[in-house]
Every structure is written in structure tokens, then in C-alpha cells.
């Protein structure tokens, strides 16, 4: 069955710090990959996105993502978080010529402390 | 109005009432879907419609129907519904399938 399992479910980093959340997917075939952050109460945004070539990915406010197709992964980072990056984080995959089915990961939630 | 909206935000209805939820996409994106997020769960897609034509059911039970008029509006009809059908509802759209999609902000409803 298709599915996607971010490995964190709550982090918490002081300001400053990196940050890499993990994403792992399963999925038999070639697949279109997102990242979305969900700001609190604000509505969910793409935060970045890869469909092919160059496997490193970056994103809006300083975010980058990294396919590695041998490990079924497509990992966030940033090297230097701030405050405002306190978020839900969630991974989502689609198999390119699907008729729309996006699945999700469960979220990570971030918190930064200042 | 840009991007997605939704209307109304919040909604709270008995099980016995029927109520619609609006979306409006503001794009010019052929693709609309419908999605539920609750506490503690991933984002479950419900519905996809490409072309205003709908390609997509997720095993969602008959007391939600969906309406799509044309490609910028979404409607989801609630009838009968349960308390555990209270969620976060959440529209989105993209150009095609497969595409990067833009959420709405949701509307929240309770069933009581």
C-alpha cells in the first residue's frame, strides 16, 4: 500500500540549530514529492516540491530537500532555524501520472525556542 | 479574493441537519479535491475532481456528496452526518493531477 512516515512527530530546537525532518515513502512507481508547512493558524503552503532532475530541492525561507531514490526518502532541512519556522511539517508524495491521490505523512510538529 | 477560499470557517450542526461547505478557487486550476484532517491522523484525501468530472472517491461514506458546478467552485453536501465526522475540512486545488496543490483554510466543523 502506498504510504509516507515522517520519523518525528514533535521536535524542538533552540534558535540557531539545523534542522532535518525525515520523510521515507512507499510507493511502486515514479513519484512527484511536497513538502507543505502549516503555520499555526494559518492554512497549509507548499513549502517546496520535486518532480525531477537536480535531487536537491530548495524551497521558500531558506528550506532544502534531498531525493534519494535507493532510499525511498525526501528529507527537509535548513541550516539555521529561527523562531518563525515553529510549524507543522508535512511530507507528501503522488505517483506522477496519478489521477490526484496526494498522500501525507503524519506531520512533524516544530517548535522553536527563541 | 486569490488563492482558495472556503466557506463558511466554522459550522456546527446536529446530526440531523443538512448543510453545504464551499470552496472557490481563484487560480484558473482544473483540479479540485476535498480532504478531511483530524487530531492525531494524516491528511485523508476524500474526493478528486479533474475537468469538473470526479476521478477520485476514497471509500467516503454516501452522507458526504460532493458538487462540482464547473472548475472554480467545490461544494460538499452534508447530510445525517456522525459526531465522529467533526474535522478539519479542507479544500484545494491544482492545475492538473499530479501537480502541486493549494489548500483553502478549512472549515471546522463540530457534529453534535
Known amino acids: 500500500a502506498q504510504s509516507v512516515s515522517q520519523h518525528n512527530h514533535h521536535v524542538i530546537l533552540s534558535e540557531a540549530a539545523s534542522l532535518e525532518l525525515g520523510c521515507n515513502y512507499s510507493y511502486g512507481g515514479t513519484v512527484n514529492l511536497f513538502w507543505y508547512v502549516q503555520y499555526p493558524g494559518q492554512h497549509l503552503q507548499l513549502l517546496l516540491k520535486y518532480f525531477s532532475g537536480d535531487p536537491l530541492v530548495k524551497g521558500i525561507k531558506g528550506f532544502e530537500a534531498e531525493f534519494i531514490k535507493s532510499k525511498f526518502s525526501f528529507n527537509l532541512r535548513k541550516p539555521s532555524v529561527q523562531w518563525s519556522d515553529t510549524a507543522e511539517y508535512f511530507c507528501a508524495v503522488i505517483g506522477s501520472s496519478n489521477t490526484g491521490k496526494l498522500i501525507f505523512g503524519q506531520g512533524t510538529t516544530l517548535q522553536v525556542k527563541p | 479574493e486569490t488563492g482558495v477560499t472556503q466557506t463558511p470557517r466554522h459550522l456546527v450542526m446536529g446530526m440531523t441537519n443538512k448543510k453545504s461547505l464551499k470552496c472557490e478557487q481563484h487560480l484558473g486550476h482544473n483540479a479540485m479535491y476535498w480532504y478531511k484532517q483530524s487530531a492525531k491522523k494524516p491528511l485523508e484525501l476524500m474526493f478528486v475532481y479533474n475537468f469538473k468530472e470526479q476521478t477520485e472517491n476514497n471509500s467516503v461514506p454516501s452522507r458526504f456528496s460532493p458538487e462540482c458546478p464547473n472548475s472554480s467552485h467545490l461544494f460538499l453536501h452534508l447530510h445525517t452526518l456522525q459526531p465522529e465526522d467533526s474535522a478539519l475540512y479542507l479544500c484545494?486545488?491544482?492545475?492538473?493531477?499530479?501537480?502541486?496543490?493549494?489548500f483553502g483554510p478549512g472549515t471546522r466543523l463540530t457534529v453534535t
Open positions: 484545494a486545488s491544482s492545475q492538473v493531477p499530479g501537480y502541486e496543490q493549494y
